[in-house]
């Protein structure tokens, strides 16, 4: 299955527990979709969100987002996993 990362790039001052709560509806949503959200990571400076996830597609990933809580990402990277 294709990685992913995405990037949403919102206003300064998202919180952690803000991006837990759309974590957790994507969880909910990603089956219906043959998507994995895996992990994110929050620049709450900065507003930027980013999550890594397996997709069949981009189109997939952002429809998850889309469904669960309307925040679609702004780019997504198809990406490779290194140690």
Same mark, same amino acid.
């Given at each position: /299955?294709?990685? +992913? /990362?995405?990037? $949403? !790039? ?5 919180? /952690?527990?803000?991006?837990? &709560? *759309? !974590?957790?509806?994507?969880? @909910?949503?990603?089956? =219906? +979709? %043959?998507?994995? +959200?895996?992990? +994110?990571? #929050?620049?709450?400076?900065?507003? =930027? ?7 069949? @597609?981009?189109?997939? *990933?952002?429809?998850? $987002?889309?469904?669960? $809580?309307?925040?679609?990402?702004? %780019? #997504? $990277?198809?990406? &490779?996993?290194? @140690?």
């Amino acid at each position: /299955m294709p990685l +992913y /990362m995405d990037v $949403h !790039h919102l206003e300064p001052g998202v919180t /952690m527990d803000d991006v837990a &709560k *759309a !974590h957790a509806a994507d969880l @909910s949503v990603q089956d =219906k +979709y %043959e998507v994995n +959200y895996l992990r +994110y990571w #929050v620049d709450e400076d900065q507003g =930027k969100i980013f999550c890594l996830v397996e997709a069949p @597609s981009p189109d997939a *990933a952002n429809t998850v $987002h889309r469904e669960a $809580h309307g925040l679609v990402a702004d %780019e #997504v $990277h198809l990406v &490779k996993e290194g @140690s």
